[in-house]
């Protein structure tokens, strides 16, 4: 599996996930501290034509590194819910194949500190290249469960008391009147075609993003962080409320 790019290449060498990394010959700045983060986890580092970068990139933004990593380790839905350190939040990927987009929201996941993504195996953007590209380097620490059939790990959640919340920008209930605080998995569908019909039906309830202005719908990376930093801010202050009332 190949990466490209500084900030992926650093942050899956934090992880120990790097088997091999590449760089321009003349490494300065940022490449220099990669170089240097790879030599003290002995990880072998070469200097490379950038011909050589822009092949294994396959001409992505590389930045002047390109770097072979292990595959990531892959969870099962009930190890996503059982490593929560709380009520599980949980994000579920209905058909997303934009690689730009996956790397987006699991850049978003990360920062919200969700525990963990899933995924179908099928039907699905590569985790290298672009999307870890564009994901800043969380694919390296977003812990991801691949299944054979989303729909099927819904049913797994909901077995699980894992509430699981459709976005539709059909839905009738805004995505703020949803609680969050409850054990939730928010199931994104695909750009355009949205939620499969089987996938949305599996759902325990649907909600959307009020739009204000003349287009229909936001692109799902955005979608995903808006509801996730709900989630996020309901938590926060449940928590708050706890403490004060204690």
């Known amino acids: 599996m190949i990466i490209y790019g500084i900030n992926p290449v650093l942050e899956a060498l934090r992880a120990g996930r790097v088997k091999e990394v590449r760089v321009a010959d003349r490494a300065q700045g940022r490449l220099a501290e990669v170089v240097e983060l790879a030599r003290k986890g002995g ?16 001409r992505g933004v590389h930045q002047g590194v390109v770097a072979d990593v292990h595959e990531p380790q892959s969870y099962t839905v009930q190890e996503l819910v059982g490593g929560a350190t709380g009520p599980p939040l949980l994000v579920v990927l209905d058909s997303i194949e934009d690689p ?3 790397g987006a929201i699991l850049r978003t996941a990360d920062a919200a500190g969700v525990d963990g993504v899933i995924r179908q195996s099928r039907r699905s953007a590569s985790l290298a290249g672009a999307a870890a590209k564009a994901s800043a380097g969380a694919v390296a620490h977003v ?6 059939n989303i729909a099927r790990a819904l049913d797994e959640l909901k077995e699980s008391g894992v ?10 209930t805004g995505y703020d009147a949803v609680d969050f605080t409850l054990p939730t998995a928010i199931v994104l569908g695909a750009e355009g075609s949205g939620l499969r019909r089987l996938v949305r039906e599996r759902c325990d309830r649907l909600a959307s993003i009020p739009m204000q202005g003349h287009v229909a719908s936001l692109n799902v990376s955005v979608a995903a962080g808006v509801t996730l930093f709900e989630a996020t801010r309901q938590r926060r202050a449940r928590l708050t409320n706890g403490r004060d009332g204690g």
Request: hydrophobic content about 40%; proline content about 6%.
């Open 43 to 58: 990880v072998p580092a070469r200097r490379v034509p950038a011909t050589e970068l822009d092949r294994d990139s396959r």
């Open 143 to 148: 812990r991801i469960a691949e299944v054979v």
């Open 163 to 172: 509430w699981t919340v459709g976005l539709d920008g059909n839905a009738e």
């Open 100 to 102: 730009h987009n996956v």
